[in-house]
T-cell receptor, first 114, second 115 residues
C-alpha cells in the first residue's frame, strides 16, 4: 500500500460544478494534512491545510478530514478554468529513519471544461 | 518580499558528473527541505535541515548530500550522476518551529537533465 494514495485522473468537471478530489493515507498517527496545486511546469503551491476532523472552508475550497477512515478530500465549488491543474495531497508521516517527512501523493490532474 | 529562490533554473550534466543546487528560503524561515519530482509523480522527500542540522532524510542513496548555512540558505549536492537523477529538484522553506504542522513553501525548482 502506498503511503499517500490519490486517483491520478484525469478528472474532468464542467465549469461551475463542484470538483471532488480524494486522498487516503497509511499512517494512523498522522496529524497534518495539506493540499497543493501545481500548474504544468510550475512548482507546488499550498492552498489548504487541515489538522482536525471535519471540514475547513477557505473561499471556494473546502478540505475534509476523517482520521478514523484515514481519508482527506478537497472540494472546489464553482469550478473555473483556472482551477485546471494537478492537485497534490500531502501528509506528515514518520519515515523509516524515525523523522517526520511531508509525503506527497502522485497527484490528481483536474481539467475544468468551459 | 522575496519567496524561495533556487538556482540554477535549468542544468544539463552528463553521467558521472557532480552537481550543486542552491536555495535561499523566505526571510524569517529557518528550515529548508529538498524534494525530487519526476514527471508525472509527486515530490519525493530527500532532506530537511533546520538551524544547520539535518532534521530528516528520505530514501535516497549516499550520493545525495546537503547542508545549510548560517544565513539558512542551503545546497544540495549529487555525486556520480545517473540518468535516473533527471528530475525537477524543489526546495521548500518553512518556519521550522517545533511540532509537525509545518507549512512548506516551494521555490520554482531546478530542472536537472542527465545525459
Amino acid at each position: 500500500q502506498k503511503e499517500v494514495e490519490q486517483n491520478s485522473g484525469p478528472l474532468s468537471v464542467p465549469e461551475g460544478a463542484i470538483a471532488s478530489l480524494n486522498c487516503t493515507y497509511s499512517d494512523r498517527v498522522s496529524q497534518s494534512f495539506f493540499w497543493y496545486r501545481q500548474y504544468s511546469g510550475k512548482s507546488p503551491e499550498l492552498i489548504m491545510s487541515i489538522y482536525s476532523n471535519g471540514d475547513k472552508e477557505d473561499g471556494r475550497f473546502t478540505a475534509q478530514l476523517n482520521k478514523a477512515s484515514q481519508y482527506v478530500s478537497l472540494l472546489i465549488r464553482d469550478s473555473q478554468p483556472s482551477d485546471s491543474a494537478t492537485y497534490l495531497c500531502a501528509v506528515n508521516l514518520i519515515s523509516n529513519f524515525g523523522n517526520e517527512k511531508l509525503t506527497f501523493g502522485t497527484g490528481t490532474r483536474l481539467t475544468i471544461i468551459p | 518580499d522575496a519567496g524561495v529562490t533556487q538556482s540554477p533554473t535549468h542544468l544539463i550534466k552528463t553521467r558521472g558528473q557532480q552537481v550543486t543546487l542552491r536555495c535561499s528560503p523566505i526571510s524569517g524561515h529557518k528550515s529548508v527541505s529538498w524534494y525530487q519530482q519526476v514527471l508525472g509523480q509527486g515530490p519525493q522527500f530527500i532532506f530537511q535541515y533546520y538551524e544547520k542540522e539535518e532534521r530528516g532524510r528520505g530514501n535516497f542513496p549516499d550520493r545525495f548530500s546537503a547542508r545549510q548555512f548560517p544565513n539558512y540558505s542551503s545546497e544540495l549536492n549529487v555525486n556520480a550522476l545517473l540518468l535516473g537523477d533527471s528530475a525537477l529538484y524543489l526546495c521548500a522553506s518553512s518556519l521550522g518551529g517545533a511540532g509537525n504542522n509545518e507549512k512548506l513553501f516551494f521555490g520554482s525548482g531546478t530542472q536537472l537533465s542527465v545525459l
